[in-house]
């Protein structure tokens, strides 16, 4: 069995996986829409332990390499921008209080990942 994660990224199992996940996808990247990149399946989160070709299929999505790369440079900052809101305002709040912040925290993030990825690929 492949020891490392490169090598299990050329895994028979793994290379059938990111093929149905870019059919799915269109054959394009998903956040800029680009054709003629070349196309990465990504991981939106990883479980320790488990392989790359044993998540579900709507754990992953694909970009391109520009996309790629900006969202796993953008991606931590934002994430803890969000956990350093949700200490400072929640405490004790109600829960209802909670998941209210908790999708408009996430659509935050998605538009400040959005712009920076779209930075990114300008700059880039």
């Known amino acids: 069995m492949a020891s490392n994660y490169s090598e299990k990224l050329r895994d028979p199992r793994w290379q059938k996986k990111r093929l149905q996940i870019m059919e799915r996808d269109g054959w394009k990247c998903q956040f800029c829409g680009s054709e003629k990149d070349t196309l990465n399946v990504h991981h939106k989160d990883y479980v320790y332990g488990r392989e790359p070709w044993d998540y579900p299929d709507d754990w992953l999505i694909t970009y391109c390499q520009s996309c790629h790369e900006a969202d796993l440079k953008y991606r931590a900052e934002v994430e803890r ?28 993030a998605n538009e400040a990942l959005s712009k920076s990825i779209r930075e990114f690929t300008n700059n880039g």
């Open 81 to 108: 921008e969000i956990i350093h809101e949700l200490r400072l305002r929640f405490y004790c709040a109600d829960l209802e209080t909670f998941r209210n912040f908790i999708d408009e925290a996430i659509q935050a």
